[in-house]
């Protein structure tokens, strides 16, 4: 459970895929629990290494808003290489990330999501 508290943007939400082995691919979901606008998606390695090879594909409620396969690193890492986003997401929606590990090993992956609610 996230503390809501009030006044406090952005608010940072991070999914975790645990050992995805090279040539997989593992998804994961995030569902809020009011409206947000996500401002941006930070992909990183558990392992601190840059990304060489692997893609993802994002999709809110089923449709695709990436193209398949973009590749992670054009997301960023942390704020200051972030690409800026305006993806409304509405309470109950699911933002879907499908990430393909083309790494060569198995990596552990964060998917940190930075949002603010919508007013």
Known sequence: MVAELPGLKPRFYTLELKDVAAGDIKSAEWAPSRNFIV????F?????QPWSGSTVTIALDGRNITDPKAPVHIF??????MMPLEWPVRQGEKLQFSFYNGEGSTVTVFITIVAEPAE
């Open 39 to 42: 401002r941006g998606v930070l």
């Open 76 to 81: 960023g890492h942390d704020k200051s290489d």
């Open 44 to 48: 990183n390695r558990a392992d601190g």
